[in-house]
């Protein structure tokens, strides 16, 4: 039996380059000692007050079917940090409740695309991004960012694209993979090509809260953009509780009304009792977000005094996100080589810049996953490894 294109298209075929995470994975299964530095899951477990109120609420009987936009409490209490954070006018209204951000930005290009339209993402992207895209029947069409401008996006290639036509835009920031935390004089360009080419714009910011340097703009806080910004976030990175599946849209009420008929038909909803430890967790407010984003904060200052000992590797600034994007071309490598032959003399696990598309070719992702200490000794390593192989 024949299956959809639509399904059997979503990976678009090929390598994907994660052929040194899936090795990695191998040989942890086969017992070897790799200290993984790949993906972007925390090494701190989510907190167990968090999980009190999640039991809490199973016990109290919250395990029946939710609200299929999302519990009244947690939407409030979406919303009202939205507006804190923007100062645009935002009710439970604007908030629809998903089972975590990839669902919203899976989510928000149905609500964008129609089938056969081109819906632009900014290259380096997160891993799903181009799967999403094609998911949904429209096609993705990549605009490049460069390391030369720490991977912000140019606003005159955006454009160049949306004068092809396009429905939307996806930019992420901060960003995963490159740390990098979008200017006000980026948004500030990319929100009037959305303006000019009546682009929807799909601003991932499920790092929001992991911001090392500088200050995080919500696109939908800039001129007119409300009203064509659909944001997506996440309790995952903030809370460590990626394994709750716990995120939104957020947008114009008409857009969330057309988004809950899409819940309704797709996911139906939220966990009750998981929405609940949502609320209790966004009660918490900034103490507990920072608590959680500390550890990488640190871990990003260990990195930059180990790298500033040296020329060879080279760190685009790292302004955000639990991730640090090393440019390793003076070692002659591509990122793909330089990861195989790290995880292969040293057993440390490290993400091709090539897994995240073509702009950062010559680098590696590393996250900051690992105790301090395990870190700073991989990086130290990774650096050797680079200066033995640009000798
Ligand atoms: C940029 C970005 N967006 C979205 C997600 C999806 O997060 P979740 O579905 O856990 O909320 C991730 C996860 O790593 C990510 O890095």
Not at 81 to 89: A, F, G, L
Not at 137 to 164: L, N, S, Y
Not at 178 to 193: F, N, P
Not at 291 to 313: D, G, S, Y
Request: overall charge negative.
């Amino acid at each position: 039996m024949q299956l959809s294109q639509r399904i059997t298209h979503i990976t678009g075929g090929g390598s994907d380059g994660w052929d040194v995470f899936y090795k990695a994975r191998r040989m942890i299964a086969d017992g070897e000692a790799v200290i993984e530095l790949t993906i972007g899951e925390h090494d701190i477990r989510t907190d167990p007050i968090i999980l009190g109120a999640m039991d809490d609420s199973a016990r109290g009987g919250h395990t029946g079917y939710a609200m299929v936009p999302g519990t009244q409490d947690l939407r409030e209490a979406v919303a009202e940090r939205i507006q804190e954070r923007t100062v645009v006018p935002t009710t439970y209204k604007n908030i629809l409740i998903t089972p975590g951000g990839q669902a919203g930005l899976f989510a928000s290009h149905v609500a964008t695309c129609n089938a056969g339209d081109r819906a632009l993402y900014i290259d380096p992207y997160y891993a799903t991004y181009p799967g999403t895209i094609r998911g949904v029947g429209a096609e993705p069409v990549v605009v490049r960012t460069h390391a030369e401008d720490a991977f912000q996006p140019r606003a005159e290639d955006i454009a160049a694209e949306a004068a092809k036509g396009a429905a939307s835009l996806l930019i992420n920031s901060p960003n995963n993979p490159t740390g990098t935390v979008y200017s006000a004089e980026t948004l500030e360009g990319i929100a009037a090509v959305c303006r000019e080419h009546d682009l929807w714009l799909i601003s991932d910011e499920v790092y929001d809260t992991q911001v090392w340097e500088g200050e995080h703009i919500s696109p939908r806080s800039l001129q007119d953009m409300s009203e064509r910004t659909l944001v997506v976030g996440s309790m995952s990175k903030s809370h460590a509780m990626t394994g709750s599946r716990v995120g939104w849209v957020c947008g114009p009420e008409a857009a969330i009304e057309h988004l809950v008929n899409l819940a309704t038909h797709t996911t139906y909803g939220v966990a009750g009792f998981i929405q609940d430890a949502a609320v209790f967790a966004l009660d918490q407010g900034p103490d507990l977000e920072e608590k959680i984003a500390e550890p990488f904060r640190r871990r990003r200052q260990i990195a930059r005094e180990i790298l500033a000992e040296q020329n060879t590797v080279g760190l685009i600034p790292a302004q955000g996100a639990m991730y640090l994007m090393l440019d390793v071309r003076a070692t002659g490598l591509s990122g793909e080589d330089f990861a195989n032959s790290l995880l292969d003399t040293h057993k440390i696990a490290t993400m091709p810049g090539e897994s995240f598309g073509t702009a950062a070719h010559g680098h590696v992702r590393v996250a900051m996953t690992v105790d301090d200490e395990r870190f700073a000794k991989a990086l130290k390593t990774l650096v050797d490894h680079a200066q033995t192989l640009a000798e």
